[in-house]
């Protein structure tokens, strides 16, 4: 269900629908510290009658949780897969909670490598700046899916026909 106006989105982390089954999930914006938790980033998901499709996997394993409890509270179901756009730390962590629910992850080839190459580094940075409870269970892992190519993800509905494509994959944590 939709919010009224923008307004009763002002508790970051709430979905806001921006249009008709296309949700954001705000973060705070700036940088990383214990009072945001980490959750800076922006992350949404496209819902239609046939799927759901999330996007990024926040910062870390509990705030995936928190991302995937959103979804399911206004869905009433899980994302048939998650894609991660880039590889930024508000990103790609909370992808454990996203493959722990059995939601396959997809990202681009080459931003699985710049991951796999840069990545570990910005996890030990943020276990050390949001702490152990808050890290907990995090872990960089590797994608389900990867594609070199547009990626085209059927949700049915008035979605069926759009194609979420990689926006960048050249940022690194």
């Not at 899916?145 to 993800?153: G, I, K, Q, Y």
């Amino acid at each position: 269900a939709a919010a009224d106006s923008p307004a009763v989105d002002a508790a970051i982390g709430q979905p806001f629908e921006l249009a008709a089954g296309v949700f954001v999930v705000r973060g705070t914006g700036g940088g990383v510290d214990e009072a945001n938790l980490g959750r800076v980033g922006n992350s949404g998901f496209i819902a239609g009658s046939g799927g759901v499709l999330a996007i990024e996997t926040g910062t870390s394993h509990r705030h995936g949780l928190a991302l995937l409890d959103g979804l399911r509270r206004v869905t009433g179901r899980l994302p048939q897969q998650v894609l991660i756009t880039h590889t930024r730390q508000e990103m790609l962590f909370g992808a454990t909670a996203f493959r722990a629910a059995g939601v396959p992850v997809s990202m681009h080839a080459d931003a699985a490598q710049l991951m796999r190459a840069r990545c570990q580094t910005c996890l030990r940075n943020l276990q050390r700046q949001l702490g152990a409870i808050e890290m907990a269970g995090t872990e960089l892992i590797a994608p389900d899916r990867l594609f070199e190519r547009d990626h085209a993800v059927e949700l049915g509905g008035d979605r069926g026909n759009r194609s979420p494509r990689i926006l960048g994959y050249g940022h690194s944590c």
